[in-house]
């Protein structure tokens, strides 16, 4: 069955620090990944799936398929990146639902 | 432009009543998506619109959850009778498509409690 795996449910990390943040998944086809971040009395959002290779707030993914793995990672650290991050799946050319991992809270220490 | 609302935004109620909750996508979205997150749970996919029609609702847990999208605007999910493990945060998502690229965008959130 497809699954989403973070395994931290919190990660503290200094400001200025670097962060990362691991999701693991397992899927037998070509899947689409994604993160997506809640800010504090926000909603969710979606921060950047892989297919667009980009960086959205400092912060990069990069798909691993020998790995199975689409880790966040960030150099630099800022205490306004503080939130839940969720790592989540959607497979192709199939349907459309989007399976989620758990979340990682990431708590920035000034 | 207005995203996707959400109505209530919290809802307290005994075990055994019937709550219904009310999502308004971004205008123009066909796909409207319901999913929730129960205590310590991952968010989970209950079913998915396109315009007035399930795709799928492969998600939906009992015959307890009755979700329509009549006209293919404002959705609705009906819990009826409501359990104490019906408590958790329900979220609508919409988009425009559907496919690879599509980007799914989230309401804030019903939080349902069920005591």
């Known amino acids: 069955a497809q699954r989403v795996t973070q395994p931290e449910k919190l990660l503290s990390v200094f400001k200025g620090a670097p962060v990362e943040l691991k999701c693991n998944y397992s899927y037998s086809g070509s899947p689409e990944l994604f993160w997506y971040v809640q800010y504090s009395r926000q909603r969710l959002q979606l921060l950047l799936r892989?297919?667009s290779r980009e960086s959205i707030k400092g912060f990069t993914a990069d798909l691993n398929k020998g790995e199975t793995s689409f880790h966040l990672k960030k150099p630099f650290a800022q205490e306004e990146d503080s939130a839940m991050y969720y790592c989540?799946?959607?497979?192709?050319?199939?349907?459309?639902?989007?399976?989620f991992g758990k979340g990682t809270r990431l708590h920035i220490l000034p | 432009e207005a995203g996707v609302t959400q109505f209530p935004s919290h809802s307290v109620i005994e075990k055994g009543q019937t709550v219904t909750l009310r999502c308004d996508p971004i205008?123009?979205?066909?796909?409207l998506y319901w999913y929730r997150r129960v205590m310590g749970k991952e968010i989970k996919f209950l079913l998915h619109f396109v315009k007035e029609s399930k795709q799928d609702e492969s998600g939906m847990p009992n015959n307890r959850f009755l979700a329509e999208r009549t006209g293919g605007t404002y959705s609705t999910l009906k819990v009826q009778p409501a359990e104490l493990e019906d408590s958790g945060v329900y979220f609508c998502?919409?988009?425009?498509?559907?496919?690879?690229?599509?980007?799914?965008?989230f309401g804030p959130g019903t939080r349902l409690t069920v005591l």
């Open positions: 998502a919409s988009s425009q498509g559907s496919g690879r690229g599509d980007t799914q965008y």
């Open positions: 989540a799946l959607r497979q192709s050319n199939r349907d459309d639902k989007i399976i």
């Open positions: 892989h297919i």
């Open positions: 205008s123009g979205h066909d796909n």
